[in-house]
Nanobody, 124 residues
Framework: QVRLVESGGGLVQPGGSLRLSCAAS????????MGWIRQAPGREREFVSV????????YYSDSVKGRFTISRDNTKNILYLQMNSLKPEDTAMYYC?????????????????WGRGTQVTVSS
């Protein structure tokens, strides 16, 4: 099936920036809506952002809107998440996820494919 591999996580101070990448491989990648979902220890999975295949429309959770920017390179099959003005509350494992259906994209449970995650820690 589709394979998703994240990279770019790390330790940053509050107010800092990181750019996450997700390399996708497998069949029918051009039809995938791709996004980012995060999970902090002891917390449920939380939708962060998604960008659609049709029209490349981005959507963000209220908690990251204005600070994060999602984008995708369809030629190279790479998904990005530029994270600016990071807060300690952003600390989590960030997962790249993909969904073939183009509705209910803000629901983490609806995604079909998942990467193994990249850790983002925001701390002074």
């Amino acid at each position: 099936q589709v394979r998703l591999v994240e990279s770019g996580g790390g330790l940053v101070q509050p107010g800092g920036s990181l750019r996450l990448s997700c390399a996708a491989s497998g069949p029918s990648l051009s039809s995938l809506n791709m996004g980012w979902i995060r999970q902090a220890p002891g917390r449920e999975r939380e939708f962060v952002s998604v960008i659609t295949w049709a029209g490349a429309q981005p959507y963000y959770s209220d908690s990251v809107k204005g600070r994060f920017t999602i984008s995708r390179d369809n030629t190279k099959n790479i998904l990005y998440l530029q994270m600016n003005s990071l807060k300690p509350e952003d600390t989590a494992m960030y997962y790249c996820a993909a969904r073939r259906k183009d509705y209910d994209l803000m629901n983490p449970s609806g995604y079909d494919y998942w990467g193994r995650g990249t850790q983002v820690t925001v701390s002074s």
